[in-house]
């Protein structure tokens, strides 16, 4: 018997980003994000105004999903949202949105755990090859820093997360402390191109098992410069690229550590990466580097990486096959685990 083609609208809303995609199956029809400039004035994001933003943001959002999509609503055979974890104000907003949707089209509701649907960003349809399981899934963002074993679909366990900030919140604050402008990552990830990764020594911060640590990193750094700058004034415009390239080297040299523990004590080398972060160009380098040693390596399209609503769709796509729905009385869930 043919499967009848599903229509899954997707919400996400758990951090400062409300978007909404629509997918025919595995493959997207559309994919709309509006981002919150709000909180680049604050250096970073602040929860009661992404849930605002969420509020103003939601409808329109998903009315360009649809329009985009072409389709028309009445089509929709499910409506999928992010469940946590998260920020709760940002959660609520989706989460009743995706509730009174689907109780008004009368279709199933499916719940997605966030950090499920960023490794299974992998699996949406875009023509490229998909990670067989088992395989490690790494999900390096400003909000997480997760080393995944993956044998299914949702058969997921975290085999390493941070005990503290995310490696993004690394970078970010980081740069906060040289006077760049939020978020930081990118810009680190520039001007590090142009500077000497072993001008400066930063320590690696200790963290048991397969777990990170990076507060005590940034910590590191907050200290040298206060430190270089008692003694010239000028120490972080003088040496910014070195800094930066010193910075980004030392973050590298952190999660490889942990990667590589993982590939071997798992024996899995075949590593999906994820998040925000997975777009530094230091951090390529050093993945095509481990393809020589035999990782077999997966990186989705930046705008299925970045938080987005394809991958809450995928995650529920698979739910869907397998009539995984949630009921009504549903609520947010902000500290969702795995
Ligand atoms: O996945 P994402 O868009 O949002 C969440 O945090 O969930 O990730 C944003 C993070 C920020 O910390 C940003 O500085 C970092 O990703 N980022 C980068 C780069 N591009 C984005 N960090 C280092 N190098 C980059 N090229
Ligand atoms: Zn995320």
Not at 16 to 31: E, G, H, M, P, R
Not at 182 to 188: K, T
Not at 257 to 265: C, I, P, R, S, Y
Request: charged share 20%; net charge neutral.
């Amino acid at each position: 018997m043919k499967l009848q083609n599903s229509y899954i609208l997707a919400i996400e809303s758990s951090c400062d980003d409300t978007s909404c995609a629509i997918l025919k199956n595995n493959q997207v029809l559309s994919n709309v994000t509006a981002a919150q400039a709000i909180h680049e004035q604050y250096g970073g994001v602040v929860p009661e105004l992404a849930s605002r933003a969420h509020q103003s943001n939601i409808v329109p959002t998903v009315d360009v999903a649809i329009k985009n999509a072409g389709i028309d609503k009445n089509e929709l055979t499910a409506i999928a949202f992010t469940k946590g974890p998260g920020l709760m104000g940002s959660l609520l907003v989706g989460t009743s949105f995706a509730k009174s949707l689907a109780l008004s089209l009368n279709i199933p509701l499916i719940d997605v755990h966030h950090m499920q649907a960023h490794i299974l960003a992998h699996f949406i349809d875009h023509g490229q090859r998909v990670p067989e399981f088992p395989f490690l899934g790494v999900t390096i963002s400003g909000g997480h820093t997760q080393i995944v074993k993956v044998t299914d679909y949702h058969k997921m366990e975290v085999v390493g997360t941070t005990q503290d900030d995310a490696i993004g919140e690394a970078f970010d604050k980081s740069g906060k402390l040289m006077g760049l402008g939020y978020p930081a990552g990118p810009q680190i990830d520039k001007l590090a191109q142009l500077g000497n990764p072993s001008a400066f020594e930063f320590p690696i911060p200790k963290a048991p098992g397969l777990n990170f640590s990076f507060s005590g990193f940034k910590t590191a750094v907050l200290y040298f410069l206060q430190k270089e700058k008692s003694k010239n004034p000028n120490f972080v415009e003088e040496n910014l690229a070195d800094l930066c390239a010193s910075i980004q080297h030392t973050l590298i040299k952190i999660l490889f550590k942990k990667l590589e523990k993982a590939v071997k004590e798992t024996g899995i080398k075949r590593v999906a990466i994820g998040g925000g972060v997975s777009a530094n160009s230091g951090i390529r380098t050093a993945l095509q580097a481990k393809q020589q040693q035999g990782w077999d390596i997966f990186i989705p399209p930046f705008e299925y990486t970045t938080d987005n609503a394809a991958m809450i769709g995928i995650s529920a796509y698979f739910k869907y096959l397998n009539k995984e729905f949630c009921g009504l009385d549903v609520s947010a869930a902000p500290r969702l685990s795995m």
